[in-house]
């Protein structure tokens, strides 16, 4: 007699855990490619291979930590090491591994929201990997605003510190049912906690490591245009997972926030292509890119609060007040101090911070994130001036810890090894620091893992005249490493 068994337990629906892992891999895209063809292609060319695998690093190194301790950092019991209760008993979860079968195959649970909706029908494992990949994406856009000259190996040591004493603060405050969101504050998917915090700490971190290069900085044009708008349309399209997913199931407001999202984003795209005419500009294809960013970043926040005339605003508003800072704030103190080789402050700083705050004023309690049980009612973020102001406090609250705590964390990396990059190296850009660039221009460095040989021996061959042929010339063959 065959034994009977079941696919998986009554607890999982099929549909929601497919949807979390699609959404899940499509915010991955994001990073990787995403970022890394988008930052590869706007960088210059000796400064393509580097920027890409800075990338690359950053996300290897969150995933790292993340399952052994940080998840539950920022989604675990709360750690109430020095309260109880207020803001000390609900900043931080308790740190611990999800890598055993229980936390891997059991049924998924944020333990401060159990009671704000219904229980999750996916396991652990996917619920860890959906909040990984917003963890990664985060330091990832941060290094837009220090890319041409931040250290390697700094760079390995400041984002699993960053992650740990930052990210996973603010994502517990906010998301993981900490102090913020028991007050009332919202990020639908990550306005406040990704994008506030990457383009703060971002800034703050291209103030102390210091300027790039001034021929960097004058003559900053990127080397590969296909590059940057393959990443720009990975990031669109990788969007529908970013805020498609936080729902947690594959329901109504799944679909009205992706709807939302793109709407946002169009909006966004065109209104900084009208400012470009109107201001006598040229409309550049990197121009609409950041439009087209501002778009996804400020409707982050609020996808699944508004409905599609609320995010038609976001779009209009984000896209025009970022553009005044992008053009003309950036002539002011501090910024014009400040070298952000990307302008991360404005298109996810400035963007993150106009969503966050206009959630305030037009979320749609009418929007149904989770249907009431046994009545009307649904969980739904009203607009107001109370929400308004908790989320004003929140976003102070993330301007000022992520700005002190990236100087903080900064200045500690220092004291291990320079945070930038040494001026000989910055000179020679990918071939001193990685042994190899991006398009390589000469068969030498193809054939030389360290790149350009320290010294090649002129050798006299002899040829079928009797004539000479240095080692090295088309006559003598490829040179051959030593």
Known sequence: MLASFAPYPSWLVSGDNAWQLTAATFVGLM?????????????????????????????????????????????????????????????????????????????????????????????????????????????????????????????????????????????????????????????????????????????????????????????????????????????????NGFNGGDPYYAGADAAAAVLNTNLATAVALLVWIAWDYMTGRKPSLIGSINGMIVGLVAITPAAGFVNGWGAIVIGLAGSSVVYVAYNYLSRLRPFRNVDDTLGVIYTHGFAGLVGGLMVGLLADSNMIVYLGLGNTSSFAATGGLHLLKWQAIAAAWVIIFSSIGTFALLKLVGLIVPLRMREEDMETGDIAVHGHEVYPSDIPSLGYPSGIPAAVTATTAVGPGGGGAVAGSPEAGPLTPE
């Open 31 to 239: 990073s990787v490619p995403g970022l890394v063809v988008l930052y590869g292609g706007v960088m210059q060319k000796r400064w393509s291979v580097n920027s890409m695998m800075l990338s690359f690093v950053a996300f290897a190194a969150v995933l790292v930590i993340w399952v052994l301790y940080a998840f539950n950092m920022g989604f675990g019991n709360p750690w109430h090491g020095l309260s109880d209760h207020g803001f000390l008993g609900n900043f931080i979860g308790q740190p611990g591994s999800v890598l055993n079968h229980t936390a891997e195959q059991g049924q998924a649970n944020i333990p401060l929201l159990s009671s704000a909706g219904p229980p999750f029908h996916f396991p652990t494992s996917t619920l860890v990997y959906f909040q990984f990949v917003f963890a990664a994406i985060t330091p990832i856009l941060m290094l837009g605003s220090v890319l041409g000259r931040i250290n390697f190996k700094a760079w390995m040591l400041f984002v699993p510190l960053w992650t740990t004493c930052i990210y996973v603060v603010n994502a517990f405050l906010i998301w993981g049912g900490g102090w913020w969101a028991q007050h009332g504050a919202v990020d639908y998917s990550g306005g406040y906690v990704i994008h506030l915090a990457a383009g703060v700490s971002g800034f703050v971190a291209a103030a102390v490591i210091g300027p790039r290069l001034s021929r960097d900085r004058e003559i900053d044009a990127p080397n590969n245009l296909l590059m940057v708008a393959t990443g720009a349309g990975l990031l669109w399209l990788g969007w």
